[in-house]
């Protein structure tokens, strides 16, 4: 079974701080993806990586970057954390080629108070 | 831009009677793939049910069925014989040419005992 992990369920952090959401996939997939829910909104993409050390912007990159240093490894990072960053981060992965499934971690519930 | 629809942010159904969750997209291109993922409370998003759109036939797995009409860009999601275990936030998403899901806003199923 695909394992999709990330490295806190819960996080409480505050306006200014930087936050580091890692996520972390065993099936050896090329693609991986963040994701932000929230309520009546569905999920939005922030960002997504193709490969190591490639990424793309979603639908909503602003206030935040992310990294790809290893293929299992995707980190989702919000320089300077705000109020409105306050939501539930979801990671995926999938492999090639396109329109495979895609499998999601746990989620990451973040408060920024 | 292509767009997801659920009309419908929450439904109810009584355990063993079916339930039908309506989807509907927009979108100009020919060749896409459109998905169904559930989320229980507090547990990951996994993927129900997929449908290639080239293909004419409706996909079916177990207890859930597809209705799907290219013409009338309408993906609904039919859940036969209800379980406690399909309470859950359904997600309708679509993807066209790109490895990005574009996800509806969600609708909350509750299954009545």
């Known amino acids: 079974d695909v394992k999709v992990t990330q490295s806190s369920r819960y996080l409480v952090k505050r306006t200014g701080e930087k936050v580091f959401l890692e996520c972390v996939q065993d099936?050896?997939?090329?693609?991986m993806f963040w994701y932000r829910q929230d309520p009546g909104l569905g999920l939005r993409l922030i960002y997504f990586s193709y490969d190591v050390k490639m990424k793309e912007k979603g639908d909503i990159p602003e206030g935040y970057s992310v990294s790809r240093e290893k293929k299992e490894r995707f980190s989702l990072i919000l320089e300077s954390a705000s109020t409105n960053q306050t939501s539930m981060y979801l990671c995926?992965?999938?492999?090639?080629?396109?329109?495979?499934?895609?499998?999601f971690g746990p989620g990451t519930r973040l408060l920024v108070l | 831009a292509q767009t997801v629809t659920q009309s419908q942010p929450e439904m109810s159904v009584q355990e063993a009677e079916t339930v039908t969750l309506s989807c509907t997209y927009d979108?100009?291109?020919?060749?896409?793939?459109l998905f169904w993922y559930k989320q229980p409370p507090s547990r990951q998003m996994i993927l129900v049910i997929r449908?290639?759109?080239?293909?004419?036939q409706n996909a079916t797995e177990n207890r859930f069925s597809v209705n799907f009409q290219k013409a009338a860009k309408s993906f609904s999601l039919k859940i036969s014989d209800s379980q406690l275990g399909d309470a859950a936030m359904y997600f309708c998403a679509y993807q066209g040419g790109s490895e990005k899901l574009v996800f509806g806003k969600g609708m909350k199923l509750t299954v009545n005992p």
């Open positions: 099936m050896d997939h090329e693609n």
């Open positions: 995926a992965s999938s492999p090639p080629p396109r329109r495979q499934t895609q499998y």
């Open positions: 979108t100009s291109e020919s060749d896409y793939y």
């Open positions: 449908q290639e759109a080239y293909k004419q």
